[in-house]
């Protein structure tokens, strides 16, 4: 194993390029760990008042990994980070990508055991990953408008969407899940088997997100509302079931009331909230109901092992 510098996390410094890549060029795999440096009020690239006018890697990193992949050599990229930064220039180009956000003190154990196998990865972003340095860090939570379409000539769809994650294994979902009709106060149950197809131990995170395509006020165009993460053996199989209750859907009207309003809605099973597997349609029946102080704001969830 060698070691390079490379460069400092913003200076515009370039020296140490050509010594990281003649140690890439000699190797099998490099790990370029990238990032920001902690801090405060303008003393680092992250922290409490240390803003940043695009989302593009501090100082000249981008400009490093450019010249590393440009190797030829498999480059997996370590982000060491206080926000989410723009990949979409290294799509398609890298071997793997790393979030580790700032990972805190056994940090450096946790990275080195995702990168040599030892851990098999099963996290999930909690943000999104933008594509362009200008965009945002995007959530999922917008309104349809928000989404890429007519309205604007620019295409807001983040590189890594929020819930996204990857694993070494492989995982198969099966559903029968199709939908009902259920009164304003009442409740649905809808399942998913989950099946580890490949030949290593790993964990599935299956989530839960509600759509409501036309409402009395603007709804963002997806919801989480309920996850559960299956650590399967390969071959291995377990069954999860949502029970969703209309409570679920509640909002707040025009007039500052929280509501439970007729009409359509749709549960979708998801891997992220853009990798939609299997989609349940509901239809909410009855009078307008507002639910008191003991509505239901828990998904409740149940695993069952099957054959």
Same mark, same amino acid.
């Given at each position: ?32 760990? =990238? ?174 997100? =509600? ?20 650590? =399967? ?31 359509? =809605? ?42």
């Amino acid at each position: 194993m060698t070691f390079a510098e490379g460069c400092g996390v913003d200076t515009p410094d370039t020296g140490g390029f050509e010594e990281a890549v003649a140690r890439t060029a000699e190797a099998d795999v490099c790990v370029a760990v =990238l990032g920001d440096r902690a801090g405060l009020f303008g003393r680092g690239t992250s922290g409490e008042g240390c803003d940043a006018t695009d989302l593009r890697l501090p100082g000249v990193q981008g400009e490093l990994l450019d010249a590393l992949v440009a190797t030829g050599v498999p480059v997996v990229l370590v982000l060491l980070t206080g926000r989410p930064y723009a990949l979409g220039r290294w799509h398609g180009r890298l071997a793997a990508s790393v979030q580790a956000f700032f990972p805190g003190e056994e940090g450096g154990p946790a990275v080195a055991g995702v990168l040599s196998g030892r851990v098999n990865p099963s996290g999930r972003l909690p943000v999104s990953v933008p594509r362009e340095p200008g965009g945002q860090p995007w959530t999922y939570l917008q309104p349809p408008l928000g989404l890429a379409g007519e309205v604007s000539n620019l295409d807001p769809t983040p590189l890594y969407p929020f819930g996204h994650g990857r694993s070494y294994t492989t995982f198969a979902w099966e559903s029968d899940a199709t939908g009902a009709e259920i009164t304003t106060d009442g409740s649905y149950e809808v399942s998913v088997t989950v099946r580890n197809t490949g030949d290593r131990e790993g964990a599935e995170v299956v989530q839960l997100y =509600l759509h409501d395509p036309v409402a009395s006020v603007t709804r963002p165009d997806v919801r989480l509302i309920g996850y559960q993460r299956l650590e =399967l053996a390969p071959g291995e199989r377990r069954r999860v079931t949502f029970r969703f209750h209309a409570d679920h859907s509640a909002f707040t009207d025009r007039k500052g009331r929280r509501i439970v309003e007729p009409g359509a =809605l749709e549960l979708r099973l998801a891997a992220s909230s853009a990798d939609v597997r299997h989609t349940a349609r509901l239809t909410l029946t009855g009078p307008v109901r507002e639910p008191g102080a003991d509505r239901r704001l828990r998904c409740e969830t149940e695993v069952r092992e099957t054959a």
